[in-house]
């Protein structure tokens, strides 16, 4: 029987879902496996062994050349250092994403060369505005391009203050826009096969939401839970920690442009590492 948590995507592409489902993991996190014999693991998940186990059997007594991640946040980070270990194999990620999660790897800047003995060679990307550590991966051969959590599958990544800047955030999509992609391989949700549509879809989102706040303060509101409460439709319960972390990401970016804004600084959520 199939397992439903993977999925080979094309010859030398195959995704694994990690089985952590849940308001802001969507159906699961991603770990990719890319090459034919000599592979790289792309954020090997959360602490959930049964999912270092599932690799396993994936690589199926090929090597690892090397561990990469995209942030340090632990759902995709947690695992990395056991998997390194299991498969003989270095983490790479960038410096401050290594910091973070308390590894000890290769750092990893913008433009690096990423093919450690592998047999496909990827180029890693300074991608901020998700976490300030963020990197995405490109396979220059087939435009293969793997977001980690800046771009998902569905719905839209979360800019969480202090930790995401919507400036920075804006900026990467540009990037990545321009890169031309032919498929988005995000860290959550399914593979996109229809890149352009979705990243410019993705920097219209975040404009409006940008709008919908200007016109709540244009209209009164003088705190960020009663911004929240004009700009969002009701949330699930637990949810209300993250849009207000969102709005308080906004409200940092219209600072900076000279806006007029409530205070904002209480909200969000503590870097990985505080």
Partial sequence: MADPFVTELAPGLTVLRADNAGPMTL????SYLVGSNRLVLIDPGSGDRGHLSRIHGVVRG???AAVLLTHSHSDHAELAGEASRVFGAPVLGSRETLRRAGLEGGALADGDQVSPGADIALIALATPGHSSDHMTFLSEEDRWLFTGDLVLGEGSSAILHPDGNVGEYLASLSRLYALRPAWLLPGHGPA???PMSLLANYR????EREAQIIRALTAGARSVPEIRAAVYDPLPEGLAWAAEAAIAAHLASLSDSGYEVPPFEAYGVPAEDD
């Fill in 62 to 64: 090929r090597s690892i």
């Fill in 204 to 207: 219209t989102h975040r404009l």
């Fill in 192 to 194: 996109v096969a229809d």
């Fill in 27 to 30: 159906d699961g996190t991603c």
